[in-house]
Protein backbone atom coordinates (compact mmCIF):
# COMPACT_ATOMS: atom_id res chain seq x y z
CA UNK A 1 0.00 0.00 0.00
CA UNK A 2 1.45 3.43 -1.15
CA UNK A 3 0.72 7.14 -0.74
CA UNK A 4 3.70 9.02 -2.63
CA UNK A 5 4.07 12.77 -3.63
CA UNK A 6 5.10 12.55 -7.70
CA UNK A 7 6.62 15.73 -9.48
CA UNK A 8 6.11 16.20 -13.22
CA UNK A 9 8.21 18.78 -15.46
CA UNK A 10 5.77 21.25 -17.73
CA UNK A 11 5.60 19.03 -21.19
CA UNK A 12 6.69 15.29 -19.38
CA UNK A 13 3.94 12.74 -19.92
CA UNK A 14 2.53 11.05 -16.75
CA UNK A 15 0.83 7.84 -18.78
CA UNK A 16 -0.62 7.03 -21.84
CA UNK A 17 -4.30 5.81 -23.49
CA UNK A 18 -3.99 2.34 -23.18
CA UNK A 19 -1.59 1.54 -20.35
CA UNK A 20 -2.36 -0.36 -17.72
CA UNK A 21 -3.52 2.44 -14.59
CA UNK A 22 -2.37 1.29 -11.08
CA UNK A 23 -2.27 4.98 -9.32
CA UNK A 24 -4.58 7.98 -9.10
CA UNK A 25 -3.26 11.29 -8.89
CA UNK A 26 -4.88 14.41 -7.09
CA UNK A 27 -2.83 17.97 -7.97
CA UNK A 28 -1.55 19.54 -5.69
CA UNK A 29 -0.07 22.08 -7.97
CA UNK A 30 0.62 22.65 -11.50
CA UNK A 31 -1.71 22.27 -14.22
CA UNK A 32 -2.19 18.59 -16.33
CA UNK A 33 -4.17 18.48 -19.72
CA UNK A 34 -6.09 15.27 -20.30
CA UNK A 35 -6.09 13.88 -24.10
CA UNK A 36 -7.72 11.89 -26.28
CA UNK A 37 -7.15 9.83 -29.49
CA UNK A 38 -9.97 10.50 -31.87
CA UNK A 39 -9.89 8.77 -35.23
CA UNK A 40 -8.36 10.20 -37.81
CA UNK A 41 -6.89 13.10 -35.82
CA UNK A 42 -3.60 13.48 -33.19
CA UNK A 43 -4.54 13.14 -29.62
CA UNK A 44 -7.18 16.26 -28.75
CA UNK A 45 -7.02 17.92 -25.19
CA UNK A 46 -10.11 17.26 -23.67
CA UNK A 47 -10.12 18.53 -20.25
CA UNK A 48 -8.10 20.98 -18.51
CA UNK A 49 -6.97 20.17 -14.63
CA UNK A 50 -5.56 22.30 -11.22
CA UNK A 51 -4.70 22.10 -7.80
CA UNK A 52 -7.62 19.98 -6.52
CA UNK A 53 -8.50 17.75 -9.33
CA UNK A 54 -7.95 14.21 -9.59
CA UNK A 55 -7.27 11.49 -12.59
CA UNK A 56 -6.05 8.11 -13.28
CA UNK A 57 -9.68 6.90 -11.43
CA UNK A 58 -11.45 5.40 -14.44
CA UNK A 59 -8.50 2.80 -14.96
CA UNK A 60 -8.15 2.34 -11.36
CA UNK A 61 -11.60 2.08 -9.83
CA UNK A 62 -13.20 0.57 -13.20
CA UNK A 63 -9.91 -2.28 -13.24
CA UNK A 64 -9.16 -1.22 -17.26
CA UNK A 65 -6.66 0.66 -19.32
CA UNK A 66 -6.16 4.22 -19.05
CA UNK A 67 -8.91 5.81 -21.21
CA UNK A 68 -6.66 8.58 -22.38
CA UNK A 69 -3.42 10.65 -22.06
CA UNK A 70 -2.01 12.57 -19.77
CA UNK A 71 0.76 15.43 -19.97
CA UNK A 72 1.69 17.89 -17.36
CA UNK A 73 1.20 21.29 -18.96
CA UNK A 74 3.18 23.04 -16.37
CA UNK A 75 5.53 22.00 -13.56
CA UNK A 76 3.18 19.83 -11.50
CA UNK A 77 3.47 17.97 -7.78
CA UNK A 78 0.74 15.54 -7.17
CA UNK A 79 0.03 12.90 -4.99
CA UNK A 80 -0.29 9.16 -6.05
CA UNK A 81 -2.50 6.53 -4.33
CA UNK A 82 -1.88 3.06 -5.59
CA UNK A 83 -4.20 0.51 -5.91
CA UNK A 84 -4.74 -0.74 -2.82
CA UNK A 85 -4.65 2.39 -0.79
CA UNK A 86 -7.31 3.62 -2.71
CA UNK A 87 -9.39 0.51 -2.28
CA UNK A 88 -8.69 1.07 1.70
CA UNK A 89 -9.22 4.62 1.67
CA UNK A 90 -12.74 3.91 -0.45
CA UNK A 91 -14.24 0.86 2.27
CA UNK A 92 -14.17 3.14 5.22
CA UNK A 93 -14.69 6.21 3.98
CA UNK A 94 -18.37 5.45 1.96
CA UNK A 95 -18.93 9.04 1.17
CA UNK A 96 -15.31 9.84 -0.92
CA UNK A 97 -16.41 5.82 -2.39
CA UNK A 98 -20.13 8.33 -3.46
CA UNK A 99 -17.92 10.95 -4.82
CA UNK A 100 -15.98 8.67 -7.32
CA UNK A 101 -19.07 6.89 -8.03
CA UNK A 102 -20.69 10.07 -9.17
CA UNK A 103 -17.52 11.33 -11.06
CA UNK A 104 -16.89 8.16 -13.17
CA UNK A 105 -20.70 8.49 -13.96
CA UNK A 106 -20.05 11.78 -15.17
CA UNK A 107 -16.93 11.47 -17.06
CA UNK A 108 -18.13 8.24 -18.55
CA UNK A 109 -20.79 10.46 -20.33
CA UNK A 110 -18.17 12.84 -21.74
CA UNK A 111 -16.42 10.92 -23.73
CA UNK A 112 -15.83 12.10 -27.33
CA UNK A 113 -17.64 9.16 -28.71
CA UNK A 114 -21.01 10.00 -27.09
CA UNK A 115 -20.91 13.79 -29.13
CA UNK A 116 -21.01 15.06 -25.93
CA UNK A 117 -19.07 18.58 -25.35
CA UNK A 118 -15.71 18.35 -23.75
CA UNK A 119 -14.96 20.57 -20.66
CA UNK A 120 -11.21 21.94 -21.21
CA UNK A 121 -11.86 23.49 -17.45
CA UNK A 122 -11.07 20.46 -14.69
CA UNK A 123 -13.58 21.77 -12.12
CA UNK A 124 -16.57 19.36 -11.63
CA UNK A 125 -20.06 19.99 -11.72
CA UNK A 126 -20.61 19.31 -7.83
CA UNK A 127 -23.30 21.01 -5.91
CA UNK A 128 -23.28 23.65 -3.58
CA UNK A 129 -24.66 23.31 0.06
CA UNK A 130 -27.58 25.11 -1.22
CA UNK A 131 -28.05 23.72 -4.42
CA UNK A 132 -27.93 19.87 -2.83
CA UNK A 133 -31.50 21.08 -0.16
Known sequence: MSIRREHFEAGQAIFREGDHGDWLY???????????AVRG?????????????????IALLGDQVRTASTHSLTSANVLAIDREACHALLSTL?????????????????????????PLSGEMAMPTTQEAR
Open 41 to 57: QDETPIRRLGPGDCFGE
Open 94 to 118: PPLRDFFDRMLEERAGMRPESGDAM
Open 26 to 36: IIEEGEIEVRK
